[in-house]
């Protein structure tokens, strides 16, 4: 399985981004899917959770304006982050977890003040 991450960019303040994380293999469609942010100097930490079945758990930083969706057949998984903030800058990655894991690589996310 592959992930590829995609969608950062710079944007203002407020703004809003999409990421996407498209995999290639069908255990994709079975395994939690997972978004994970890192900022400079800081460990790597968990934004949002989700298994297979059931609902996402977000990080309380990122509560009511982020939103983490799935689309099976396209085998992908979107993070929605409106109401952007400069703390949510960081590199994010994409994680699916099961019987075997993966990362994807990472995308830059910069937020300007």
């Known amino acids: 399985v592959q992930l590829q991450a995609s969608g950062g960019g710079l944007v203002q303040a407020g703004g809003s981004l999409r990421l996407s994380c498209a995999a290639s293999?069908?255990?994709?469609?079975?395994?939690?899917k997972a978004w994970y942010r890192q900022a400079p100097g800081k460990q790597r930490e968990l934004v949002v959770s989700?298994?297979?079945?059931?609902?996402?758990t977000y990080a309380d930083s990122v509560k009511g304006r982020f939103t983490i969706s799935r689309d099976n057949a396209k085998n992908t998984v979107y993070l929605q982050m409106n109401s952007l903030k400069p703390e949510d800058t960081a590199v994010y990655y994409c994680?699916?977890?099961?019987?075997?894991?993966?990362w994807g690589q990472g995308t830059q996310v910069t937020v300007s003040s």
């Open positions: 989700m298994t297979s079945g059931g609902s996402p």
């Open positions: 293999g069908s255990i994709f469609r079975m395994n939690g």
């Open positions: 994680y699916s977890f099961g019987k075997t894991d993966y």
